[in-house]
C-alpha cells in the first residue's frame, strides 16, 4: 500500500511541474504589425509589415524585420511563450508571450501582433 501511495503521489507531482502550456484556443491563423515609421518608397522590396503564419503541427512561417519572404520555422508554447526554432533547430531571434487569443507581444520589443480574421 506504500509503494502505491508513493507511485501516486510522485505521478501527482511530476504532472504539476511540467512546463508545458497549450492555450485553450486555436493558435492557427495569421498575426500581423506594422512596422512603426517605416519608410519604403526608396526600396519597395522592404516590407513594413510583420506576419507570422501558424500553420498544424507546430509549422508556422515568419516574416519580421523588413524582410519580403516568409521563414519557415517550428514554434513550442512553453509557460504562454511563444519560441520559434529555425530549420537546423537553432532557436530563432524571435518569441512572444500570449496575452490573448486575438493579441501576442513580442518579447524583445514590446510591439503588439494582431490575429487577422
Same mark, same amino acid.
Given at each position: 500500500?506504500?509503494?502505491?501511495?508513493?507511485?501516486?503521489?510522485?505521478?501527482?507531482?511530476?504532472?504539476?511541474? &511540467? *512546463?508545458?502550456?497549450?492555450? &485553450?484556443?486555436?493558435?492557427? #491563423?495569421?498575426?500581423?504589425?506594422?512596422?512603426?515609421?517605416?519608410?519604403? &518608397?526608396?526600396?519597395?522590396?522592404?516590407?513594413?509589415?510583420?506576419?507570422?503564419?501558424?500553420?498544424?503541427?507546430? *509549422?508556422?512561417?515568419?516574416?519580421?524585420?523588413?524582410?519580403?519572404?516568409?521563414?519557415?520555422?517550428?514554434?513550442?508554447?512553453?509557460?504562454?511563450?511563444?519560441?520559434?526554432?529555425?530549420?537546423? #533547430?537553432? *532557436?530563432?531571434?524571435?518569441?512572444? *508571450?500570449?496575452?490573448?487569443?486575438?493579441?501576442?507581444?513580442?518579447?524583445?520589443?514590446? &510591439?503588439?501582433?494582431?490575429?487577422?480574421?
Amino acid at each position: 500500500m506504500k509503494n502505491l501511495s508513493f507511485f501516486i503521489i510522485l505521478i501527482l507531482v511530476l504532472f504539476s511541474c &511540467s *512546463k508545458n502550456y497549450s492555450p &485553450s484556443f486555436d493558435i492557427n #491563423g495569421t498575426f500581423t504589425h506594422n512596422i512603426t515609421d517605416c519608410e519604403n &518608397s526608396k526600396n519597395l522590396e522592404e516590407n513594413c509589415n510583420e506576419y507570422i503564419w501558424f500553420n498544424d503541427d507546430s *509549422k508556422d512561417s515568419i516574416m519580421f524585420g523588413g524582410i519580403d519572404y516568409g521563414i519557415p520555422v517550428t514554434y513550442k508554447i512553453i509557460n504562454n511563450q511563444i519560441d520559434f526554432y529555425n530549420n537546423n #533547430g537553432t *532557436k530563432s531571434e524571435i518569441s512572444f *508571450k500570449i496575452i490573448d487569443e486575438n493579441n501576442l507581444k513580442q518579447i524583445e520589443n514590446n &510591439s503588439i501582433w494582431l490575429k487577422q480574421d
